[in-house]
């Protein structure tokens, strides 16, 4: 303890001294040490930029190199039985999952959004104690979302390990984040937009639909793509909810595992690795192929 | 005819006055100038007078306006925005195409026909001097539009819902001289069918196009009458102060 204060004394002391120096350098000596500085930090963005791109690289190439070769007709099989590597269901059930997690969150989340920026009063009270109760959401762990959905969606409103239950519960976790990325989006509108409107005697409603929300939709978009990377990704939350059963779910009602609980499932089987990474390959393509689909579609938005 | 009549408007944002006192009336079919430093509160009272202001949030408004006799408080305010028209300092088209950007209005009010609507944006476009400069390319963004045209197009966009007033508030300050040139025709022109109000901080263009000018210092009319005796023989010392250069 002492020591360390000594160093931090040492070390102030050295820089106010440096600092004094500086002042007395010369101009040309200066302007040559900033220059200096500056290439050390250039040096330095691209060390730390190339180090994120190798990790990046370097975990699809591991997962590429150790899936593709173990791609093979039984992984994509479409009569399953239990305990069975195939992970058509769990696509099916993926798909599905995305598609009632949006229908749901998407609209409750972006009119909660529309509702306090163009409705409320900045600043007051309601506005706060929502944006707050998102924020606290936003940073709950996704096993707590999977606990609550245990208790309150399966046991207490008796869905059961089922589709509807992990979509609710994975609905409510989405909500902040639709609130949130909508929010920011319609605030990006100028406010221009919104008083040429007005001043033609447009209502709110015509304002929000024919103004607000078309400027809005690239942002909101963004949030959407993030929602659906996340419900893909999701695993924790689900396996308390939708449960973990491997087949094509024939109602909301039935038990069905998603891509990501489908490779956790087989990897904790042990004698699966290969087929892990073969499901991780297909896994990793839909992630791929989503932020792709997404760039075209938000500038095709952008485009005006 | 008095189109619209103000009497004592006092004007707050928070605690703060804007308007003090306010009280004069706008004749049908003339161009009233409004001039002053800045921050006297001419976009205030242009506000006032579509009820924009009921978007500020802290802001209120007392005193009596009307319009064609009948108090602005009473009418449905899209109405009243349907019928006193507004065209802001910056050009502020709609990111989407010419032709939307005029069809906005008329649509906002219920004309669905296509044939109408073509009707009425080509003759607002041709009402605000635009028509043959966009004619082959209404389908296109109207954000590609140089500043100019721009402004022209808010002034058509206004037009195509047939207001009775226009309210203008700088309509010029972000133009070049050629394109200002053609806003302030296209004003004088427009006075026929319209009663214009018109903001600017160009003593010369209110000199050349308005009827009546009124004067404002520090949230208070000083001094409101016929163009010509505001400029050539102002009542208050202070006008006469401003319109010659010595402050503002
Ligand atoms: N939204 C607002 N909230 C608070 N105060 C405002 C608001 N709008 C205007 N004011 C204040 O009201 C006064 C009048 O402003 P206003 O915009 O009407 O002036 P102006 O005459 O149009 O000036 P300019 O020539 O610069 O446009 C100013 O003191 C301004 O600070
Ligand atoms: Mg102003």
Redesign the interface.
Same mark, same amino acid.
């Given at each position: 303890m002492l020591r360390l204060t000594l160093y931090l004394v040492i070390g102030i002391a050295l820089f106010l001294a440096l600092k004094h120096v500086y002042t007395y350098l010369p101009e040309a000596v200066l302007r040559k040490m900033v220059r200096i500085w500056d290439k050390i930090f250039l040096s330095l963005t691209w060390v730390f930029a190339g180090v994120t791109v190798l990790a990046l690289g370097f975990i699809i190439f591991h997962i590429l190199s150790n899936g593709i070769p173990h791609l093979s007709p039984r992984l994509f099989a479409v009569n399953v039985t239990l305990g069975d590597v195939s992970m058509f269901p769990a696509i099916i059930s993926t798909v599905l999952m995305v598609i009632i997690v949006l229908a749901i969150s998407v609209p409750l989340g972006m009119f909660t959004a529309v509702f306090l920026v163009e409705y409320m =009063?900045?600043g007051s009270w309601f506005v706060t104690l929502i944006r707050s109760a998102a924020e606290i959401l936003a940073g709950i762990p996704s096993i707590v979302y999977g606990l609550f959905g245990m208790m309150f969606f399966r046991v207490f409103l008796g869905m059961g390990f089922s589709i509807l239950s992990g979509s609710l519960t994975m609905s409510i976790m989405m909500l902040p984040l639709i609130i949130r990325t909508t929010e920011e989006a319609l605030k990006s509108v100028?406010d221009?937009? =919104?008083?040429?409107?007005? *001043?033609?005697? *447009?209502?709110k409603l =015509?304002t929000v639909f =024919?103004?607000i929300l078309p400027?809005a939709m690239p942002g909101i978009f963004a949030g959407v793509i993030l929602a659906i990377g996340r419900v893909v990704g999701e695993s924790a939350a689900l396996i308390f909810t939708a449960g973990t059963i491997l087949q094509i779910p024939s109602s909301l009602f039935d038990s069905a595992r998603t891509l990501t609980v489908h490779m956790w499932r087989l990897s904790s089987y042990g004698q699966y690795v290969n087929e892990t990474y073969a499901t991780a390959v297909v896994l990793l393509l839909v992630v791929l192929s989503l932020n792709a689909v997404s760039g075209v579609i938000a500038r095709k938005f952008t485009k005006? | 005819m008095i189109k619209f009549d103000m009497e004592n408007i006092d004007v707050f944002y928070g605690n703060e006055q804007a308007l003090k006192s306010v009280s004069f009336s706008v004749e049908t079919n003339e161009i009233t100038a409004l001039i002053g430093p800045s921050g006297c509160g001419k976009s205030t009272l242009l506000k006032s007078l579509n009820r924009m202001n009921d978007l500020v949030e802290n802001c209120r408004i007392t005193g009596k306006i009307t319009l064609d006799g009948e108090s602005i408080y009473g009418l449905d305010v899209n109405h009243l925005r349907k019928r006193v028209g507004m065209v802001f300092q910056k050009p502020n088209p709609f990111p989407m195409s010419i032709f939307d950007n005029i069809a906005f209005g008329p649509r906002t009010h219920g004309i669905k026909s296509k044939r109408r609507l073509n009707d009425i944006v080509e003759k607002a476009l041709r009402d605000a001097a635009l028509w043959s400069e966009v004619s082959d390319r209404l389908g296109k963004s109207a954000l590609g539009l140089s500043g100019g045209q721009q402004q022209r197009l808010c002034i058509a966009r206004a037009l195509a819902v047939e207001p009775e007033v226009l309210l203008m508030d700088e309509p010029t300050s972000a133009l070049d001289p050629i394109s200002t040139g053609k806003v302030e025709e296209l004003a004088m022109e427009l006075s026929k069918d319209y009663t214009i109000i018109i903001v600017t901080h160009n003593m010369q263009q209110a000199a050349r196009i308005s009827n009546k000018t009124a004067f404002f210092l520090l949230g208070e009319m000083v001094e409101h009458g016929t163009t010509e005796q505001v400029f050539s023989n102002p009542k208050n010392e202070k006008t006469e102060a401003y319109i010659t250069g010595r402050f503002g």
């Open positions: =009063r900045t100028p221009t937009y =919104r008083e040429g409107s007005f *001043a033609l005697g *447009a209502g =015509r =024919r103004i400027n005006t | -």
